[in-house]
């Protein structure tokens, strides 16, 4: 009697809790709170993130946000300086940094990896994403009769190569 | 003598079966011919002749290939009319018995005009089960033979087409005291594992031929290593091939253009860039000390000695743009040669740039400067402002080299840049000594250089043959090309070890900036980025950081400044 007391007081058994709910308070729809959806999925590696971009049409818009990219790409590293950001968003946004370089990089350099890599391998992931950038700037100089035609941009291709492991 | 496989080798008919191992490793030399021929009776088949129809002993390969030959050539000769009695009036006994149906086919073109020949020479058709091989060697002086002094390939040193080299001297068939004579056609025998060895042999002969003048002999040399370099696969056959088509050019006296649309070896450069580390390497640790050098600058300079299409400059603009305390007023200046069609295309890598540069927020500012050589820009052609207000840098990536081609002028560009007062210097060379006035020293070493170079393409890791790794080998090939073939001003890619450049630096009044560490940790992870990471190494030496391909260095960056500077 008096257990039921306290619980009744402190701790409501469960099923009184689920009972309570359907009564009083909607389910919970973590789609209704999207901040708090957005602090979930910033903290996803990759993988599941492209996943959960399936769940439904929300969750792709989220997961398209550059800023989740953004801590993707920073994760293992310190807050990177303000400039960066408005740089990366110029030259493309986090998630094309993150699956055309950071992405690559991290998992290349995986075998020979050492801890205080991490900083660096972004600084080379930005490095490469820049000139990729520049490729594709491409613009008027393809009309000049060169010989091979091709005015796709290839300098990151050496990151799309399979591994010879 | 140890157990080889014999790959019969020039000899037309000779099609390039190999002989059973059931041979029992004897050789290709005919004389041996004298020490067992009448004991064998039941002598091994070759196996793989078998099974077309063919019964010949595998001990006498070398000689059935050699009268093959002979009878091609013969029938390559003779008259008109001449042969077809072979198809009508001949009786054929046995052709199955590869060697005497040969033998008695070239009786039969023997027979007319027989006066010069050694009486033994056998005469009949018949079905001779064991020709004497010991007398055909001696004594083929016939008419019917050309000068085959192109075959003499004795000239090759070491055991590289002759295994027995001694034997094949004392086999009686000489005509040691004149080649031109030689008096049988000599078989050459590639063996198969070690024609690899056989081709760097012959192509160093050809080297010394070419140096000593001798083109006849490096022309038949050339056409060898055509031969030996089909044998080969992967890497050594594209370098033997780049090696042996520039021998030939310098041979034939055919310099290779330099008509070539410079757009074009743009393109090509673009491919190699793409392909292999070498230029990212360059372009990462010139930065990367460029950086350094311009810590805390507000305004900035580089004068870039060719620009290309400016594949270093976005990420040393991004680098910039990053700074803590934000980026400097960028200005670069880029030299680059004439364009045939006239247009800028100095202009429009500028524009690129301007746009980057406008993207990520840098301020920016490009000149263009076209000259035909670096001697022709003047200091105060540049606009280059005092050091107080302006830092400056100068970057060159493979073009110093070139200089060397016309003396005094490396000089005089060295001394250009002392009077721009570069906070930095920064050079990229290949780490080879190509300009060597003697023509085998850097055959050789070219030889050796390029083929690291090739090997290290090979293993990068692609596993079809993609259109960049061809457009990255013809990138190689010119300057091998240009090394070998071409002499005096044309030959422009005179490279220079570091050792030599540190020399050549130093007294030219610049002492050397250590590149940190900073730019390794950078150049090792680019490299551990390229699938054929477990080849490639970084090395620091001195200061100066080297690229190279296991134990070879192929490229060195090196930074300089001022030797009066603090």
């Known amino acids: 009697m008096v257990q039921n007391h306290h619980r009744g007081c402190h701790h409501q058994d469960h099923q009184e809790i689920v009972r309570e709910n359907k009564e009083k308070r909607p389910k919970f729809f973590i789609n209704d709170h999207v901040d708090i959806l957005i602090e979930i999925l910033k903290r996803l590696d990759c993988r599941s993130l492209c996943v959960a971009a399936s769940v439904c049409r929300l969750w792709c818009t989220i997961a398209r946000n550059d800023s989740l990219w953004e801590n993707l790409c920073f994760r293992h590293v310190s807050p990177p300086p303000s400039s960066l950001r408005s740089v990366v968003l110029a030259l493309g946004g986090y998630k094309r940094l993150y699956m055309g370089c950071v992405r690559p990089v991290q998992s290349r350099l995986g075998r020979v990896r050492r801890a205080s890599w991490a900083r660096d391998e972004v600084q080379l992931s930005l490095s490469l994403f820049c000139v990729d950038y520049y490729e594709r700037l491409g613009g008027g100089s393809s009309s000049n009769g060169r010989l091979v035609g091709e005015s796709s941009p290839s300098s990151l291709m050496f990151l799309c190569k399979p591994v010879n492991v | ?566």
Not at chain 2, 9 to 15: E, L, R, S, Y
Not at chain 2, 53 to 58: D, F, L, Q
Request: glycine share 8%; with cysteine.
């Open chain 2, 1 to 566: 003598m140890k157990r080889e496989h014999q790959q019969i080798c020039g000899a037309a008919a000779a099609g390039g079966y190999g002989s059973s191992s059931g041979s029992k490793g004897e050789s290709s030399s005919t004389n041996k011919g004298k020490l067992w021929g009448e004991d064998r009776d039941s002598g091994d088949m070759d196996e793989l002749l078998g099974v077309l129809g063919y019964k010949v002993r595998s001990s006498d390969m070398a000689d059935v290939a050699k009268k093959l030959e002979q009878l091609e050539m013969v029938m390559g000769t003779a008259q008109e009319g001449g042969i077809s009695h072979l198809a009508s009036d001949t009786v054929h006994y046995n052709p199955s018995d590869l060697s005497s149906w040969v033998q008695s086919m070239l009786t039969e073109f023997n027979s007319p005009a027989t006066s010069n020949l050694d009486p033994v020479f056998p005469n009949s058709d018949s079905n001779s089960a064991k020709p004497r091989q010991q007398q055909i060697v001696g004594s083929n002086q016939s008419q019917v033979y050309n000068d085959d002094s192109e075959y003499d390939l004795r000239a090759i040193p070491g055991v590289a087409a002759y295994p027995q080299p001694k034997r094949i001297k004392t086999s009686g068939n000489d005509s040691s005291s004149s080649p031109t004579e030689s008096s049988a056609r000599p078989v050459v025998l590639v063996d198969l594992q070690e024609a690899g060895v056989q081709l760097v042999h012959t192509l160093m002969a050809c080297a010394e031929a070419v140096q000593q003048e001798n083109l006849k002999l490096a022309d038949a040399l050339v056409k060898h290593i055509g031969l030996l370099a089909a044998s080969q696969a992967g890497a050594m056959r594209k370098v033997a091939t780049c090696f042996a088509e520039a021998l030939a050019r310098r041979i034939y006296g055919v310099y290779p253009q330099d008509s070539l649309h410079p757009s074009y070896t743009d393109v090509l450069q673009m491919h190699f860039y793409e392909t292999c580390p070498y230029l990212k390497f360059a372009h990462f640790t010139a930065n990367q000390a460029i950086l350094e050098a311009f810590a805390t600058a507000k305004k900035v300079h580089v004068i870039d000695f060719g620009l290309k299409q400016g594949m270093q400059w976005p990420a040393l603009m991004q680098a910039l743009a990053l700074r803590p305390d934000g980026p400097p007023a960028f200005r670069l200046t880029g030299i680059g040669p004439p364009q045939p069609d006239n247009t800028d295309a100095l202009q429009q890598v500028g524009w690129k740039l301007a746009q980057l540069a406008e993207t990520i927020g840098v301020e920016f500012e490009f000149r263009g400067f076209i000259a035909n050589s670096l001697a022709d820009i003047e200091p105060d052609m540049l606009g280059i402002r005092p050091p107080e207000v302006e830092t400056l840098a100068v970057n060159s990536i493979f073009e110093l080299h070139r200089l060397f081609a016309q003396p005094g002028v490396i000089e005089k560009v060295l001394c250009s840049i002392k009077t721009m007062k570069p906070k930095i210097l920064t050079i990229v060379e290949e780490e080879a000594n190509h300009n060597s006035p003697v023509f085998v020293d850097r055959f050789n070493e070219a030889l050796h250089y390029y083929s690291s170079f090739f090997d290290s393409l090979e293993g990068s890791g692609v596993a079809t043959p993609s259109q960049d790794l061809v457009m990255s080998e013809l990138y190689l090939g010119r300057q091998i090309c240009n090394v070998v073939a071409c002499e005096g001003v044309e030959r422009v890619e005179r490279h220079e070890t570091l050792a030599q450049w540190r020399t050549r630096m130093e007294t030219s009044g610049f002492s050397p900036v250590h590149l940190g560490s900073n730019a390794y940790k950078q150049a090792s992870m680019l490299l551990a980025l390229f699938a054929g990471v477990d080849g490639y190494r970084v090395e620091e030496n001195d200061g100066c950081l080297m690229l190279g391909w296991h134990t070879r260095p192929l490229i060195a960056t090196s930074a300089w400044q001022l030797a009066t500077a603090e």
